[in-house]
């Protein structure tokens, strides 16, 4: 049974009664290992009150006795330069308003960066709180040829010391008994320094009389960093390691996905033969299933990408990815780590958003947030496939390249560098006075991940991009069938309307063609009028506002096609059914370019928009968003369908 957390509401759920164990330690020092050891993944996941940091907190169970444990933001200090260190120290002091100060500390450290851990011990310890030392990966210590004294160490410290090495669960048993006894753990009889000189004076004596012997430098690390960090070979490593990121992503996923396809057309089938009343199974069947299924039809990708996210940070070379990074984000004023929150934006704004939680910089964590919609996220793959079989014939090379392949790839391209623009201009208007947070981040050894910790990561992640977007995207769905099929007409009134009633192509047509959806679509015509749009891609684009895969189905409705999956037969002979340009074609080059570089831009996922007011904390950053995406894609929209005519397309 888990513990509570700080749920979306508001309201902190605890154990009753329950002591509270914080662990605290700097990143990759193996908290996140401990902390799943000693819950058993008993753990939930919230946000602190008032703000936007995770917090996880589990119940550790020892006999009759039950232990509250929160892991709280990694850190290196508690002297805070970011806002998850922020958090650290005013939840150490007490200071955050709903979230109680810990009972007792478990401070874990890293037994190959010993020495650069204690000065972060010394500060820890002067909070006077029960502490005890967790000292993990002592068994790599031992492989390189170094040494420490436990008990030496603990004496020195004067606290108690546990080793552990989390991710084969040794020692976790020992340190859960240790917990029982939290209120007997010994204190220091003399505090550690707070002189910053004084302090590495301290650290240097426990060492010394513990027997410290740092490690051998990591022989398979050095080797492979000379060519991972070379300032040539590097983004060449870099761009590879992408590369084949983005294949797997984008090609393991697709049987899944198609697996995920065919078990709801199924179950959609079963029930349109099953279910007698047509509206009844068209909400059911297409509003509900087909709903619920164009969300998980991109579970697999979401699966897979925190996956390799997990593993690649877990191997240590998202560290290094980072530090290379480095040097292009800041031609954009923002620092290595953003890159990351921008690179899980390929699957999908919503982790990528998520992702930015380990930004230091709030100011950084915000124009990144307003700049990973522009990223190419999967949702948009269907739409680009649909428009550019209409643009680009499949014949078509461009040297040894498929011109439809390029004209892909110059999609990702653009919504990347616009990305980047993106967060440049509001890191500038929301930083004009600022200084720059500096960038620290410790490269660890290549390692091993913990399958266990790489699969919590995975599934915790997955299951908030479920949570937070499934009600959206079935919401929208069922908004998009009664718009689409209301008002209801009679028999009668479609024999008047001359409509053949024993033809359902023919009903369904005329009852799309009249329909509030149409209604609407007609209304923003002079909107999208100068972009070549017809009230019927009007309504694909206003559809898409839920979620960007809905426009290729709706699409297909509108043109009334016998199957809504591939309608690019029929939206190849759509014309316009009256007015000046009465006859032509409505998908001409002009049209399609201005669609293509319109999803580019436009933020079109209102699970995005949630998320995006979820980690803002107010809705007003969402409003800017929306805004300045719609009329960006507009603006784009129209400059690229005039030069497309220009050029005589």
């Given at each position: 049974m888990s513990a509570g957390c700080h749920d979306a509401g508001g309201t902190d759920t605890t154990v009753t009664?329950?002591?509270?164990?914080?662990?605290?330690?700097a990143p990759n020092s193996g908290k996140t290992s401990v902390f799943n050891g000693l819950t058993g993944l008993r753990a939930k996941t919230g946000n602190y009150p008032g703000v936007t940091v995770s917090r996880f907190v589990g119940t550790s169970r020892t006999g009759r006795h039950r232990h509250e444990i929160e892991d709280l933001p990694g850190t290196y200090s508690l002297e805070p330069v970011s806002p998850d260190e922020q958090i650290t120290v005013d939840v150490l002091e007490g200071r955050l308003e709903g979230a109680h100060r810990p009972d007792a500390l478990l401070v874990v450290v890293d037994a190959t960066t010993l020495r650069r851990s204690l000065g972060f011990v010394a500060q820890v310890l002067a909070r006077e709180l029960p502490a005890c030392v967790v000292v993990t990966f002592t068994d790599e210590l031992a492989r390189r040829q170094g040494r420490l004294d436990i008990d030496a160490f603990a004496q020195a410290l004067g606290v108690p010391v546990q080793p552990v090495v989390g991710h084969r669960g040794l020692g976790i048993a020992q340190l859960r008994e240790r917990l029982t006894t939290w209120r007997s753990w010994p204190a220091p009889a003399v505090p550690?320094?707070?002189?910053?000189?004084?302090?590495?004076a301290w650290s240097e004596s426990v060492l010394a009389f513990a027997g410290y012997r740092p490690p051998e430098h990591h022989r398979g690390t050095r080797r492979v960093d000379a060519v991972v960090l070379h300032p040539v070979g590097g983004p060449m490593v870099f761009f590879a390691v992408m590369a084949l990121f983005f294949q797997t992503v984008f090609t393991l996923a697709a049987p899944l996905q198609n697996w995920v396809e065919t078990l709801f057309a199924w179950l959609s089938g079963q029930v349109h033969a099953h279910v007698d009343s047509p509206r009844l199974s068209g909400l059911l069947?297409?509003?509900?299933?087909?709903?619920?299924?164009?969300?998980?039809?991109?579970?697999?990708?979401?699966?897979?990408?925190f996956l390799l996210l997990a593993l690649l940070e877990g191997v240590g070379y998202l560290a290094r990815a980072a530090f290379l990074m480095d040097r292009v984000m800041a031609r954009f004023g923002l620092e290595g780590r953003a890159f990351v929150a921008l690179l899980s934006s390929f699957a999908c704004a919503i982790p990528g958003i998520l992702a930015t939680r380990t930004l230091p910089s709030a100011k950084d964590r915000l124009?990144?947030?307003?700049?990973a919609p522009l990223m190419t996220c999967s949702a948009r793959l269907p739409v680009y496939v649909l428009l550019i079989g209409l643009l680009v014939d499949p014949s078509a090379k461009a040297g040894p390249f498929g011109a439809q392949g390029l004209v892909m790839f110059g999609l990702y391209l653009l919504g990347a560098v616009s990305a980047m623009l993106a967060?440049?201009?509001?890191?500038?208007?929301?930083?004009?006075?600022?200084?720059?947070?500096?960038?620290?981040?410790?490269?660890?050894?290549?390692?091993?991940?913990?399958?266990?910790?790489v699969l919590v990561a995975m599934w915790s992640s997955a299951r908030a991009f479920l949570r937070k977007c499934t009600t959206v995207i079935v919401a929208t769905s069922v908004l998009l069938w009664l718009l689409l099929n209301l008002p209801l007409y009679t028999d009668a009134q479609l024999r008047t309307a001359g409509v053949d009633t024993t033809d359902s192509v023919a009903v369904s047509a005329y009852t799309v063609d009249h329909s509030y959806a149409a209604d609407l679509g007609r209304m923003v015509a002079p909107v999208f009028d100068p972009l070549g749009f017809d009230w019927r891609i009007n309504v694909g684009v206003l559809s898409a506002q839920g979620a960007r895969e809905t426009f290729v189905a709706t699409l297909g409705q509108v043109a009334a096609a016998d199957d809504p999956e591939h309608p690019g037969r029929a939206l190849q002979a759509m014309t316009y059914p009256d007015g000046p340009r009465a006859g032509e074609p409505v998908f001409t080059a002009p049209t399609i370019a201005a669609l293509l570089v319109y999803f580019v831009y436009a933020l079109q996922c209102m699970a995005t928009v949630a998320v995006l007011r979820r980690e803002s904390g107010t809705w007003r950053w969402p409003a800017i968003a929306l805004t300045y995406l719609t009329v960006l894609a507009w603006l784009m929209a129209y400059l690229a369908r005039t030069v497309t005519v220009l050029l005589g397309g």
């Open positions: 009664g329950a002591p509270r164990i914080a662990l605290v330690g550690p320094p707070t002189d910053p000189a004084e302090r590495d069947g297409d509003a509900l299933i087909g709903g619920v299924g164009g969300v998980l039809v991109f579970v697999p990708q979401i699966v897979l990408l124009a990144t947030m307003m700049a967060a440049w201009a509001f890191k500038k208007l929301g930083d004009r006075h600022g200084q720059p947070v500096p960038f620290f981040m410790e490269l660890p050894p290549y390692r091993l991940p913990a399958p266990r910790a």
